[in-house]
């Protein structure tokens, strides 16, 4: 799949893929819907590991992208399809 930085699509290192997550800005409360198409984030802040890393059309809807890493809460929607399977 090719990479839409616009779109609400996120990396994460466990969810499976195609699994829509709520995502909640702890600081203003904002909340998006993304998509999880990739794996990641690898980067860590401070020694403290980051649990997700949203494209730049969810950061942007979430109000964080000056700020860079914000506390989020996720909150799984629905699980794809095939989840049993990719979760072995």
Partial sequence: EEYDQE???AAHPILPMN?????????N?????IRVNDRGPYA??????????LSHGAAKSLAMVQAGVQPVNLRVLRWPANV???LG
């Fill in 44 to 53: 860590s802040d401070n020694g403290k590991p980051r649990i997700i890393d």
């Fill in 84 to 86: 049993d399977r990719q």
């Fill in 19 to 27: 699994t829509l997550v709520e995502v909640e800005n702890m600081v």
């Fill in 7 to 9: 779109g609400f699509t």
């Fill in 29 to 33: 409360g904002r909340k998006v819907v």
